[in-house]
């Protein structure tokens, strides 16, 4: 039994639904996260009711899943937020569901599905959409798709207080970066908004969102993913304007990171940091020094670690900095040794790998959101640290298309498992990440059969991309890379001389940079393509950044 809540708690597992069937109940599904504030309310305020404890004990099954855990558990059940309550058939169809309910609110939920389930039975139960309908509409890639996503853009864009979009607010990194490229205004604008209200000024990184279209009421929880992301997309606004304002941010961030985040028994970064007191958000820095620290979840995720590093890695190639160069380093050698075999890349640090023919740990086994990170870590990596990465890269590459390519677009994980795990689901950020990263590899290998593969993930959601809404920025960003690109810079010397740096430098954040490319380059050359556009062999980083003017124009 848990203390705080009362509730006996079953682990996520065909037991549990088990249990549910043989004493013909529904089962409640309480998804929460360890940063989130309300999941630890409705715990003190709700399950800790003694008779709503006791009729939660009573008339369900009760199951609880820590989101970042069993994110395909997430990805299926999520009622729009955290905590998320979601009754379910003992098979696993959800009857209803709701987000936060305080103790009036459970009761009269409670009453509702033991009514519910007394007079329909698992009749009343359902599949979401999202798993009914398992093909995505496909179409052609064309010059639309940019301009569709930078019209969405423009017309949500909050004038008054930057950013997009009404309430919640939240940063939107690939909106950022998507912006920076093709409406720089706007796109600098929302930078400024993002880290003038979400910056943490005394102890660096970036809170996780403000519920108000002003950037007011902030929720204080710092996320290893979103922040490692924001260090990217500052990182790309410096390369961009050269301006300390979007360096800073990054700087700060990666202090935040290497320090509070940076678990040093495995050499890795850590989930998240708690929210805290509000109140201590508030004290001038003398105070907040001697507030107490909030607690920081230790858990090691393969797939935010991953993010952190090429977060690290691309600020390093914009500015040196060697702190950010050790600790991405250090970060990068888990990732290669400790979590990843075989091309799979487990997705906690702690657990094996799991066996894909183990239903119970199915939703362990190979993540395509967590290959897809680590893919674009790797070639990042191969970029701008050293050319062994790549591969690493392929062999993640290829174990992800053996695996969990169907048709021609990914599912996030082996179709099987409890519950709805076994239903397929298709989510478009994770393709469109690791297309995106594909294209990447394409370039840095000389192998089109992967740029064939991003081509056609994208292509398999092409008939709805004039729906798509900003949050989903980076499908046009990997469109028009495929179709007008991206800019190559090729460098015939390793990584790290004096024009390899200059290369990676070049003011385009879409670009690939190709080191050690000595098949048709002399050392101490470099040369700039787009598309059918080569440039002559240039030698200085003079005449690299002429040539690359030349190209773009």
Not at 172 to 182: N, Q, S, T, Y
Not at 318 to 334: H, I, K, M, S, V
Not at 451 to 460: F, G, K, N, Q
Request: a negative charge; proline letters at 5%.
């Amino acid at each position: 039994m848990n203390d705080e809540t009362r509730v006996e708690w079953r682990e996520w597992g065909q037991a549990a639904f088990d249990e549910a069937a043989e004493a013909d109940v529904p089962a409640l599904l309480s998804l929460t996260a360890t940063w989130c504030d309300h999941c630890h309310e409705m715990d003190a305020e709700t399950y800790a009711e003694p008779r709503i404890a006791a009729n939660v004990n009573d008339s369900f099954v009760p199951i609880r899943v820590d989101v970042d855990r069993r994110p395909r558990v997430r990805d299926r059940y999520n009622m729009g937020g955290f905590p998320s309550t979601v009754f379910l058939a003992p098979d696993g169809r959800v009857l209803t569901g709701a987000g936060y309910l305080g103790p009036d609110g459970m009761r009269q939920v409670l009453d509702s599905v033991r009514t519910m389930w007394q007079t329909k039975g698992d009749g009343a139960a359902r599949v979401p959409r999202s798993l009914r309908e398992d093909d995505p509409p496909a179409g052609d890639l064309t010059p639309d798709v940019e301009a569709a996503m930078l019209g969405q853009l423009t017309e949500t864009y909050d004038e008054v207080a930057g950013g997009w979009g009404g309430e919640p607010k939240f940063p939107l990194p690939d909106a950022l970066e998507f912006a920076l490229k093709r409406d720089r205004e706007m796109a600098l604008r929302s930078f400024d908004a993002v880290s003038a209200n979400l910056l943490d000024e005394y102890d660096g990184g970036f809170y996780r969102f403000a519920t108000e279209r002003d950037w007011s009421g902030l929720h204080y929880e710092k996320l290893l993913d979103s922040n490692a992301a924001l260090v990217r997309a500052f990182a790309n606004a410096y390369l961009h304007t050269g301006a300390d304002e979007y360096r800073e941010p990054a700087e700060r961030t990666i202090e935040f990171l290497t320090t509070t985040l940076w678990n040093d028994d495995i050499d890795a970064f850590a989930n998240s940091q708690a929210p805290g007191e509000d109140a201590a958000h508030g004290l001038d820095a003398t105070d907040r020094a001697t507030a107490p620290e909030p607690s920081v979840d230790d858990g090691v995720f393969a797939g935010s670690n991953a993010l952190a590093i090429e977060g690290l890695l691309t600020y390093y190639g914009y500015t040196d900095d060697e702190r950010a160069r050790r600790y991405a380093e250090r970060a990068l050698e888990t990732l290669r040794t400790d979590l990843r075999s075989d091309g799979v890349v487990r997705h906690v640090h702690s657990q094996p790998v799991a066996d894909d023919d183990d239903p119970t740990d199915a939703e362990s086994a190979c993540l395509l959101a967590t290959q897809a990170r680590a893919l674009s870590a790797l070639t990042t990596a191969g970029s701008v640290l050293e050319t062994g990465a790549l591969a690493d890269a392929t062999t993640v590459a290829d174990a992800t298309i053996d695996r969990l390519r169907d048709g021609e677009s990914f599912l996030d994980g082996p179709a099987s498992g409890v519950g709805l795990l076994e239903r397929p689901l298709r989510p478009l950020d994770s393709n469109v990440a690791l297309a995106d990263a594909l294209v990447d590899l394409a370039v840095l290998t000389g192998e089109d059969r992967y740029r064939t593969v991003a081509r056609e993930t994208l292509e398999s959601f092409a008939g709805a991309s004039d729906r798509f809404g900003v949050q989903i920025a980076r499908y046009a960003t990997a469109v028009s890379r495929l179709l007008e690109g991206p800019l190559v810079i090729r460098v015939g010397d390793s990584p790290g001389s004096d024009l390899h740096r200059a290369a990676l430098r070049m003011a385009d954040h879409e670009k690939v940079v190709v080191p050690a490319a000595t098949d048709d380059l002399e050392s101490g050359t470099a040369r700039v393509e787009l598309n059918e556009r080569t440039s002559a062999a240039v030698e200085t980083p003079e005449q690299l950044s002429e040539r690359v003017r030349d190209v773009l124009d």
